[in-house]
């Protein structure tokens, strides 16, 4: 079954590309595309067997996000958050919730992000609130920015602060919990506000919640997932990783296609631009650059599936750890591939009218996500004296 899911995918990433371009150029949202996401049954992959679904490896799902990515980043970021949260009612979740909840997913339903927040607060800090009501059941209240797929999706995932009705200031000790709410439901006003220079397609707008009516049964604890080890965080940041190591794969496809039509540099005495040895390094380079972000990638994949076999603190930091590599590596191949391509393909590689610029474009947006900085802080002292790295999302 895992073979017939990456063929779909295979066939789903060719359709994507198709329109690619086109759809970032006038940035139109990918209304068809995600339908055919929904009715494909990929949305499912990660349902455990025991409610119907695949369970796929973490090497399966981070394939399909590879293939995804190289066609249409934007298309690869709108599942990302339905994946991530699918794990969050798995670890969290009651067996009535995940009975409910899966099998909307199987049925094509496709869950979509409201979490983060504009500041001045720090970004662990939600000023979301649920809060309960006399009645047993909750009202939701807040607005939450960048919330990727949110204009298509059927269910908002809403990270917030619990609230007791009387909490001023939340902070970031202040318990939190995830609502699931359906898109369509009272109080709920999704925005297409998205105005980034790339992954422009994301379908990701400003959510407002005005005491929007939650029932207990669609209330998942947040915090507590962190309070042990996991591979919450590690999940989530394999699949951005395969999203960066999918754009550095599709932007080394589109540069040798470039080179193909590129004229040759008149000192290189060739007869193609493929021929001229001054190009013939640029393309080694970058080959060894993807291809050295794809075997990390990879590896990080089997990390993260030995120690959901065997988890412990020790192999759930070691996978961290791996996924964290990964991403540093993915990042760096994306943003270097984006670029080397025009440097392949010349100045015609340049034109608007080719809308290559699109490959950087969410390149830099996307690795923008999560700060590769603090993700080599925390391998250095993993390394030089094992310091287990912190539970989060982001890691």
């Known amino acids: 079954m895992t073979t017939q899911a990456l063929e779909v995918a295979r066939d789903l990433a060719d359709t994507f590309a198709a329109g690619a371009a086109e759809r970032d150029a006038h940035r139109e949202l990918p209304t068809e595309a995600v339908r055919a996401l929904k009715s494909s049954g990929l949305l499912a992959l990660s349902v ?5 679904g695949l369970g796929v490896p973490a090497t399966v799902l ?13 298309l690869a970021q709108i599942p990302h958050s339905h994946f991530t949260f699918l794990e969050a009612l798995r670890l969290q979740g ?3 919730q995940q009975s409910f909840f899966y099998g909307l997913v199987l049925d094509g339903a496709l869950l979509a992000n409201a979490q983060s927040e ?3 607060h720090p970004i662990d800090v939600d000023t979301t609130r649920l809060t309960p009501t006399p009645s047993g059941d909750f009202v939701l209240d807040g607005r939450k920015f960048y919330s990727t797929g949110a204009l298509f999706a059927d269910w908002l995932v809403v990270r917030a602060s619990l609230s007791d009705g009387t909490l001023d200031t939340p902070t970031a000790a202040t318990p939190k919990v995830i609502a699931f709410v359906p898109a369509d439901a009272p109080g709920v006003e999704v925005v297409d506000d998205w105005d980034g220079m790339g992954q422009r397609t994301t379908a990701s ?3 407002t919640l005005d005491r929007v009516a939650v029932p207990p049964d669609h209330v998942v604890g947040f915090s507590d997932i962190f309070g042990v080890p996991t591979l919450y965080g590690a999940r989530a940041q394999l699949l951005h990783a395969a999203i ?4 550095a794969t599709g932007a080394l496809a589109e540069g040798v296609r470039q080179a193909g039509r590129a004229r040759p540099h008149f000192e290189a005495n060739v007869g193609a631009a493929a021929e001229d040895p001054t190009l013939i390094a640029v393309a080694g380079e970058l080959a060894v650059t993807v291809r050295g972000a794809q075997a990390l990638l990879g590896e990080a994949a089997r990390q993260v599936e030995a120690a959901a ?3 412990t603190a020790d192999t759930a930091a070691a996978a961290s750890v791996a996924v964290a590599t990964a991403k540093v590596a993915a990042v760096r191949a994306a943003l270097e591939a984006s670029s080397a391509l025009f440097e392949l393909g010349g100045t015609r590689s340049a034109t608007a009218a080719g809308n290559l610029s699109r490959f950087w474009r969410d390149a830099r947006t996307h690795t923008l996500h999560d ?17 287990p790295p912190p539970r989060h999302g982001q890691l």
């Open 205 to 207: 707008g400003t959510v």
């Open 94 to 96: 009651s067996r009535s």
């Open 371 to 387: 700060a590769t900085r603090w993700k080599l802080q925390h391998i250095g002292r993993y390394t030089l004296s094992a310091t």
């Open 118 to 120: 504009r500041g001045p």
């Open 309 to 311: 076999a065997h988890l």
């Open 244 to 247: 960066d190591v999918g754009i």
């Open 48 to 52: 455990p067997v025991k409610f119907g």
């Open 62 to 74: 981070t394939e399909v996000f590879r293939l995804f990515a190289a066609a249409d980043p934007s």
